[in-house]
C-alpha cells in the first residue's frame, strides 16, 4: 500500500518522480492571480490562531462544512475560534475524494511541519502545535509569502483604488517579493447591476471628475489605466457571466449608458450590448500598452438569495453556469484581432466542459512571434482539484501547445494557499511522466524537464512581460 501523501504524493511511477524531484519541485511562483490584501501584505499580518489564517474568508472551506450539517454561527458566526476549528476538523476527516483534504494536509505539512493526518481526536494537538507556531514571526503574512518561495503577486483590484498599498509595498526595500496591482473593472461594466450609478461616481471621484457621458467614462478608465500601468500593472481581469459579443457601436453604447445613469433600467439585449462595447475599448488599450487580458466566466453567483442578502458575495453560493456559447466567445477575439488590436489573453471557464471548445477557437487566434498567445487558462475554481486539473492539461496538450502554457495560479485569500502550485505540479509530472512510462514519448529528461519548469514558472515570467 501507498504511505498517506508522503514525498511521491501523485506520483505514480518513476518518470513521474523525476521530473518532479529533479525539475519541478524546486522553482519558484508567479503568482499572477489571487485575491490577497495589498494592506495585509505590507502591515505584515500576524494571525492570532489557526481559525483565522485556515478558515477565515474561505468559502471552499465553508461550503464543505456546510455539506458536512455544521451549523453557520460554526462557520461565518460568532462561535468561538476553537470550536469553528473542531466542526471543520469533523467534516474534513470524512472528506474522502474532496480537494480540501489534500490542500488542508498539504498545508499542514509545509507551513507547521505536521505530517499526521486529521481526525477529530487530534484536533486539539493539532491547534496547539500550529497556535505555538503561529506567534514566531515566520508566520506572518510576508514571510508565509517568502517561504512560498513566490517571486511576485498580482492582487485583484478595482479602477478606483488609490493603489496606496501597492505605493507603500513599492517603497519598502524589506520585501523582496514583488507586489503588483491586477485590473479588475467588472463594477464599470456591470451596468445591469442597482448600485451601478453609485459606482461610476465612485470612479469618476477617483480621478477627480465628474462621468456624465460615454466618453467620459471611457476617459477616466483611460487614465485610471495609465495610473496602474505606472505602478506596474500588466494583466487585466474580467469576472464574466460568458464571453458576450453583440457588436454595437459607441453611439449606441453611449444611449445605453446615459439611459442607465439617468436611473432607468436597460434591457438584457442593451446590457449586452454595451459589455461588448466597453469590452472591446479595454482590449484595445490593452494591446496598446501591452497588457494581457483574462476572461473568467461560467460561474452563476450567488444562487441562494436569502444568505446572499444575509452575507454579501463570495460566501459560498456560487455554481458553475453552462451558458457559454463558441461562437461569441470567437466573435469577440475576431473583433480585437481584426484591427490587430488583440492582446494577449487567458480564457478560463468554470464549466470544465468547455474546455474543447475553448482550446479549438484559440487555436485560431495565435501568432507568433508570442508563444500561446491566447491561452486556456488554469483550470479554475470548481475545477482545481486532480480530476478537473487533468482535464485541462489533457484539453490542451491534444488541440495546443502544453510546453507554452501559462500554468497554476492561486486564485485564493489565504496566505496558506501557495501548496496548490506543488499539488498542480504533481498532477502535470504525473500526467507526462505516466505518457513517458507508456512509451508514448522518450525518456529524454532535459528536453521534458524543461516543459515542467516552464509550465511551473518561466513561461508566465516571459508571458507576462512584469516590469523589472
Not at 500576524?46 to 464543505?64: C, P, Q, S, V
Not at 453604447?253 to 433600467?265: H, N, P, T
Not at 488590436?341 to 468554470?350: A, C, I
Amino acid at each position: 500500500m501507498t504511505p498517506f501523501m508522503d514525498e511521491n504524493f501523485l506520483l505514480k511511477n518513476e518518470p513521474a518522480r523525476r521530473l518532479y524531484h529533479d525539475y519541478a519541485a524546486g522553482m519558484p511562483i508567479l503568482d499572477y492571480h489571487c485575491h490577497l490584501n495589498p494592506q495585509e501584505i505590507y502591515e505584515n499580518r500576524r494571525f492570532e490562531n489557526l481559525t483565522a489564517i485556515w478558515l477565515g474568508g474561505d468559502h471552499y472551506k465553508w461550503r464543505l462544512m456546510r455539506a458536512g450539517g455544521v451549523e453557520e454561527k460554526y462557520i461565518t458566526g460568532d462561535a468561538p475560534d476553537r470550536e469553528k476549528f473542531q466542526k471543520y476538523v469533523e467534516v474534513l476527516s470524512r472528506a474522502i475524494g474532496n480537494p480540501l483534504y489534500h490542500w488542508s494536509h498539504l498545508e499542514l505539512q509545509r507551513f507547521f511541519g505536521w505530517e499526521g493526518y486529521l481526525t477529530e481526536d487530534n484536533a486539539q494537538q493539532v491547534w496547539d502545535h500550529c497556535n505555538a507556531l503561529l506567534v514566531q514571526e515566520d508566520f506572518r503574512a510576508r514571510s508565509l509569502i517568502e517561504r512560498s518561495n513566490v517571486r511576485l503577486v498580482c492582487t485583484t483590484d478595482d479602477p478606483a483604488d488609490s493603489l496606496l498599498w501597492h505605493e507603500k509595498l513599492a517603497a519598502d526595500a524589506g520585501f523582496k517579493v514583488k507586489v503588483l496591482p491586477a485590473w479588475r473593472p467588472d463594477k464599470a461594466l456591470n451596468i445591469e447591476k442597482p448600485d451601478f450609478s453609485t459606482y461610476i461616481e465612485k470612479l469618476g471621484g477617483a480621478q477627480g471628475v465628474k462621468i456624465a457621458s460615454y466618453e467620459d467614462l471611457k476617459d477616466v478608465l483611460d487614465a485610471r489605466m495609465e495610473h496602474f500601468h505606472a505602478h506596474g500593472c500588466r494583466l487585466s481581469d474580467h469576472g464574466l457571466e460568458y464571453a458576450m459579443y453583440r457588436p454595437t457601436e459607441d453611439e449606441e453604447a453611449a444611449r445605453i449608458f446615459e439611459k442607465r445613469l439617468s436611473g432607468a433600467q436597460v434591457t438584457r439585449q442593451e446590457e449586452l450590448g454595451y459589455k461588448t462595447a466597453l469590452l472591446l475599448h479595454l482590449g484595445r488599450r490593452y494591446a496598446q500598452r501591452g497588457w494581457a487580458m483574462q476572461l473568467h466566466y461560467g460561474c452563476l453567483r450567488d444562487n441562494n438569495r436569502a444568505m446572499y442578502a444575509r452575507l454579501g458575495p463570495d460566501t459560498g453560493y456560487d455554481a458553475i453556469n453552462n451558458v457559454s456559447p463558441s461562437g461569441e466567445l470567437a466573435g469577440l477575439l475576431n473583433a480585437l484581432a481584426e484591427t490587430g488590436e488583440l492582446p494577449r489573453t487567458l480564457v478560463y471557464s468554470l464549466n470544465p466542459m468547455d474546455d474543447d471548445a475553448i482550446d479549438s477557437i484559440i487555436g485560431a487566434f495565435q501568432q507568433g512571434p508570442d508563444v500561446c498567445k491566447v491561452q486556456h487558462g488554469s483550470a479554475w475554481w470548481f475545477n482545481d482539484q486532480k480530476q478537473g486539473m487533468e482535464k485541462q492539461l489533457t484539453s490542451l496538450a491534444n488541440k495546443g501547445y502544453l510546453a507554452g502554457f501559462v500554468g497554476m495560479l492561486t486564485d485564493s485569500r489565504s496566505f496558506l494557499s501557495y501548496p496548490r502550485h506543488e499539488y498542480f505540479r504533481r498532477i502535470l509530472c504525473n500526467l507526462i511522466g505516466t505518457w513517458i512510462e507508456e512509451g508514448e514519448y522518450p525518456a529524454d529528461w532535459a528536453l521534458w524537464g524543461q516543459v515542467v519548469q516552464d509550465i511551473a514558472y518561466g513561461n508566465a515570467e516571459r508571458y507576462f512581460r512584469f516590469p523589472e
